[in-house]
């Protein structure tokens, strides 16, 4: 019966992401493009820094296929936006 119930969790988180696919992107290509290199991953740490955030946390990857993944990849994001902003990405999806 919970493997059911966690089934049917994941399927429902999964189609209302599907509403906020573009948005989801967004976050992705850019935590993608910092993690891509270390001197970007370096200058990002610099902005979390600058900006005045004290925390550990840093941007995680994230699997499309597990919905937990990308709400913490969200979570994160959403926590570190003041560091974006800092580092350089100002809104907007990366191109």
């Given at each position: 019966?919970?493997?059911?119930?966690?089934?049917?969790?994941?399927?429902i988180?999964?189609?209302g992401?599907?509403y906020?696919?573009?948005?989801?992107?967004c976050?992705?290509?850019a935590?993608?493009?910092?993690?891509?290199?270390?001197?970007?991953?370096?200058k990002?740490?610099k902005?979390?820094?600058d900006v005045?955030?004290?925390?550990k946390?840093f941007?995680?990857?994230?699997s499309p296929?597990r919905?937990?993944?990308t709400?913490k990849l969200?979570?994160?994001a959403?926590e570190?936006?003041d560091a974006?902003?800092?580092?350089?990405?100002k809104?907007?999806c990366l191109r």
């Open positions: 019966m919970g493997g059911c119930i966690a089934h049917i969790l994941n399927h988180v999964k189609v992401l599907k906020h696919n573009y948005h989801v992107e976050v992705r290509k935590v993608k493009y910092i993690r891509d290199l270390k001197q970007k991953i370096k990002f740490k902005a979390i820094k005045g955030l004290e925390t946390k941007l995680c990857g994230n296929t919905w937990n993944s709400f969200l979570k994160t959403y570190l936006r974006f902003v800092e580092f350089g990405i809104g907007g």
